[in-house]
Structure formats: structure tokens, C-alpha cells
């Protein structure tokens, strides 16, 4: 029992990446209704530019705020990559498109930082808290990742339900003629979608980095992770991505606990072939929706 | 006023428009009427800047509009209610209307957004509750009202009659009657149940196969037998 409960609390902090990814995938989803596999190679990019600033400055706030703005940079580079010259076309030319973007970031940041794994230096301990007489898989920095997370979630929660620039995106993805014969730019709206993807992604990869290291490869295993989690919530509900995101950081860290990590992608995989045969259209979905 | 000369769309080797000419003069109803798939909606969908017209322009207030984006036209004072309900269920009756018009003004929008309850009083009581609750005459007033929100001059309605009881069309036209009367609107109002829009409009227009048959005064087209046997079908 001590175990599980350790087990379960050690899955926290990742879940909570997990969910951030998740989150950045939906989206886009919602904006542009494809999933962009890139979302990862953005990550771990901006992740690299937040470790450079971190060397140089010493100063975490500062590497992760620029990550930030480097991924709202590269979520609209990406956007006008793939969306705009295949935007006539289906989306599944978008899609391998992005698969495109996810190598060439991958070689890009091969070139510039080199392929060695680097580690990123967290901006408090790491190491487990000691609490009422024995040591918890809790450290300072896994809180330190939960209250950085429940922060972003909650501003974009705010930013989506109580500002107009969020009523403009929520209704540019729900029916883009309506919102254009509203007046709204709808095309702007997709493309802040894919920009605040971009920088939640950022968010998320710098909140793993310390917990693993980085390099051009390092977060492809997040991407099966947040896939499952963002289609497990329905694709559309940022709401599901969060709740599934969690869920699954705390499945892996179970089969991880119990038996062994490199089970932990064929356990994902799993539940999202489950969840595609039982209930196809996700946890959270608006019903209907994904016809579009 | 608005003033479209001479347009024609294409859909491939469809000709959906052809060479239609009309003036919508603001302060009265004008009805496009015809059988389905005369080119109304069309019409309707080329004039909110949906369709990029083949030829032939459209111009307001002496300005052309004719091929500029759906966005730009509606923020220079052109509203299009499109056919079936153009709500969006997910979000609430207030985001509906609030969607309206983003571009105003705080005090604008506030003004619209008193004058949509006013009118619509059902709207304001169901203003938290999501738009597919409505029932369907509920949902189309909210499409009138999201379009009112943009403060238009000019508002075109694709068959706000489709699916409705009598009763509540009768209602709402002559709501629409009345606001075009009263505020200076121009309203374009495209209706497959030509005896109402006809009843409510002060001057008409036939649709056929694209083309117009024929213009003139609303009476005159209500009176004129061969051509209701003809193109209207009662």
C-alpha cells in the first residue's frame, strides 16, 4: 500500500506535463481541427533555447519566459509553414507535413546544441521532501511544476471563457462561418491558437527537462503520452486534456513503480486502442463535434 | 444604399447568377423570392462576400464590396443571417450575441445588446443557458439578434422562415417589418413562402434558374397571377 501511494504520488509532476502537452495539442486541434505532430519537436526546441538562456543567466524565470515567446514564435512559423500553402488541400497533407517540421526541428537542434544529452539544472531541489519521518517521491520542484501548471491552465481557462479574444477562438472553432459573419479574423484566431499551443508546449518542456535531460529526441515519448491523453479527453476539451493528462502521468508511474518503464508506451497505446473502441469520440467531447 | 449591378456567380459550370440587378433602398423590406435553387441563397451568400462573384459588382454607399471578405463586410454595416439557424449551440444565448460586432465600441455593443432583449425578450431570459436549448424560433431570433449586434445598416435574411410554425414567421417578419420601418434598416429578405414576404416587403424580386424575372413593387408581384403559377408555384 506505502508503494502504490508513492507510486502514485510520483506520477504527479509528470501527468502534469503530460497534461500541458495535451493541452497544446487540443489546441490546435480546435482551431485548425488536425493534430500537429510537431507539437513535441516544438517543445523540446524552445527547451534548448531556455537551456542556453539558463546557462548563460542563471536565471530560470527568465529561461522560462523567454521559451514562452520563442514558442508562441515558432507555434506561428509552424502555422504558416504547414497551414497555409496545404490549406486548400485535406488537413492530411497538414498532418504528415508536421511530421516533416518534428525531423527537420530534430536535425536543427542536432546541428546547433549537438545530439548529447544535456542536463538542465532545476530552480529548487529535486530530491524528495522528508516529512513526518520518511521521505515522500514529492520534492520541492515537482510542486514547484504543479503550481506552474495550475497556473497556466487556470489563465487559459480565463483567457478562453471570459475574454472576447477567447469567444472569437472558441467560436472561430465551433463554426468559422458564423464567426467570420460576425466580424471576427478567423484566420488570426487559428493562428493564436497555434501560437499559445506553441508557448504551453514550451511550458511543458521546460518543466520536464529537469526531471529527465534533454535532447533532439528526448520528448518523443511525451507525444504518445499526450496523444492518448489529448484523444482520450476528446481532442477538443481542455477540460479532458488536463484530467486525462494527469491520469496518465499517474498510470506510467504505476506500471512504471510495478513493473518496468519501457512498459509504459505499450500501456498508453492500449488505453487509446480502448478508448477508440468503446467510446471513439473522447471523455469530454461537445457530441458531434468531431464530423467537422 | 445598397446597389448590386449586373452579378453573376458560378459554381464550376453551374451558373447559379445570372446578370441580377437590384437596389435594396434602406427603411423597407425587399423580397427575393423564387423556387429552390433559384439562386437565392446565393444571392444572399455572394452579397456577405461568402461567394466571390464571376462579374457584376456590388457596391455600398457607394463604395464596392463585391469580392472583399466576409469580416470586412460586415464590419462596413452588411449583416447576413444565413439559412438554418446560424447559432453556434456550444456557447450560451449572451456569447451568441456577444460574438456580434466585436470590432465596437464597449458603449455600442452595450446599446445593441439592451436593444436585442428589447426586442427579443426570450433571448434575455435564456441569456446563460447554451443556444441548443432554444427551441427553433427561439434559435432564429438569436440569429437575428447576433446580426442586429454588429449594428448593421443593411440585413439580409436567408428564409428565417425554414422549418417554423406559422404563427411565430408571421411574428418575426413583422418584427423585422417593423425595425426596418423604424431604425432606417434595409432588409433583404429571401423566402420560399412567397405570400408573407410579399405581404411584408414594399418591392420584390423573382428568381429563375439564376436569372431575375421580374422587379417591381411587392403588390404588384402578389397580384400578378401567371407569374405565380409560373415561378411561385400557388
Do not use: C
Not at chain 1, 515567446?69 to 486548400?88: E, H
Not at chain 2, 449551440?89 to 455593443?109: C, F, I, Y
Not at chain 2, 439578434?145 to 408571421?170: F, K, Y
Amino acid at each position: 500500500m506505502t508503494n502504490f501511494i508513492d507510486f502514485l504520488l510520483g506520477g504527479f509532476s509528470n501527468g502534469a506535463v503530460i497534461a500541458l502537452m495535451a493541452l497544446a495539442l487540443v489546441m490546435v486541434w480546435r482551431s485548425t481541427r488536425m493534430v500537429n505532430f510537431a507539437q513535441v519537436g516544438q517543445a523540446m526546441f524552445t527547451t534548448y533555447i531556455a537551456l542556453t538562456v539558463q546557462q548563460s543567466t542563471g536565471n530560470w524565470l527568465l529561461a522560462l519566459a523567454v521559451a514562452m515567446g520563442a514558442g508562441l514564435v515558432l507555434g506561428t512559423i509552424v502555422y504558416f509553414l504547414v497551414i497555409r500553402p496545404v490549406k486548400n488541400s485535406d488537413t492530411t497533407g497538414a498532418i504528415i507535413a508536421t511530421f516533416g517540421v518534428l525531423i527537420a526541428l530534430q536535425a536543427g537542434a542536432g546541428m546547433i546544441w549537438g545530439g548529447d544529452p544535456e542536463g538542465f539544472v532545476p530552480p529548487v531541489s529535486n530530491a524528495g521532501l522528508e516529512f513526518a519521518g520518511r521521505i515522500w517521491p514529492i520534492s520541492l520542484y515537482d510542486i514547484l511544476v504543479l503550481a506552474v501548471t495550475a497556473a497556466l491552465v487556470i489563465g487559459l481557462t480565463l483567457l478562453f471563457t471570459k475574454t472576447s479574444l477567447g469567444l472569437s477562438m472558441r467560436a472561430s472553432a465551433f463554426n468559422p462561418e458564423v464567426a467570420r459573419l460576425s466580424g471576427v479574423r478567423v484566420n488570426r484566431m487559428l493562428i493564436t491558437g497555434w501560437a499559445l499551443a506553441g508557448a504551453t508546449g514550451a511550458v511543458g518542456g521546460v518543466l520536464i527537462a529537469p526531471v529527465s535531460t534533454i535532447s533532439p529526441n528526448s520528448f518523443d515519448i511525451l507525444l504518445v503520452f499526450a496523444f492518448t491523453a489529448a484523444v482520450i479527453g476528446g481532442l477538443d476539451s481542455l477540460i479532458g486534456a488536463v484530467t486525462f493528462g494527469i491520469g496518465t502521468g499517474l498510470v506510467i508511474s504505476l506500471v512504471t513503480g510495478y513493473t518496468d518503464a519501457s512498459n509504459a508506451p505499450v500501456v498508453a497505446l492500449v488505453l487509446l486502442a480502448l478508448n477508440l473502441l468503446l467510446k471513439p469520440d473522447g471523455v469530454f467531447s461537445h457530441h458531434g463535434s468531431r464530423s467537422v | 444604399m445598397l446597389h448590386i449591378e449586373k452579378l453573376s456567380v458560378s459554381y464550376g459550370a453551374v451558373q447559379a447568377l445570372k446578370d441580377v440587378s437590384l437596389d435594396v433602398p434602406h427603411g423597407s423590406v425587399t423580397a427575393v423570392i423564387g423556387a429552390n435553387g433559384a439562386g437565392k441563397s446565393t444571392l444572399m451568400r455572394t452579397l456577405a462576400g461568402l461567394e466571390k462573384p464571376q462579374s457584376g459588382q456590388v457596391t455600398f454607399n457607394g463604395e464596392v464590396i463585391s469580392g472583399r471578405k466576409p469580416e470586412d463586410i460586415v464590419r462596413m454595416g452588411i449583416a447576413l443571417v444565413p439559412e438554418g439557424r446560424s447559432t453556434i449551440p456550444e456557447l450560451t444565448v449572451e456569447d451568441n450575441l456577444k460574438l456580434g460586432g466585436m470590432w465596437r465600441s464597449h458603449a455600442q455593443r452595450n446599446a445593441s445588446l439592451t436593444r436585442v432583449y428589447t426586442l427579443f425578450p426570450v433571448l434575455s431570459e435564456r441569456r446563460s443557458m447554451r443556444a441548443d436549448t432554444l427551441s427553433g424560433g427561439e434559435r432564429q431570433q438569436l440569429a437575428i439578434g447576433r446580426a442586429l449586434m454588429t449594428g448593421p445598416q443593411v440585413l439580409l435574411l436567408d428564409e428565417p422562415s425554414l422549418g417554423l410554425a406559422p404563427l411565430i414567421v408571421t411574428q418575426i417578419l413583422e418584427l423585422v417589418a417593423r425595425m426596418a420601418w423604424d431604425s432606417g434598416l434595409a432588409v433583404l429578405l429571401v423566402e420560399q413562402n412567397a405570400t408573407v414576404a410579399l405581404r411584408i416587403a414594399r418591392s420584390g424580386l423573382v428568381l429563375n434558374l439564376g436569372e431575375v424575372v421580374k422587379s417591381g413593387p411587392a403588390a404588384e408581384i402578389a397580384s400578378d397571377e401567371e407569374l405565380r403559377h409560373a415561378y411561385l408555384g400557388y
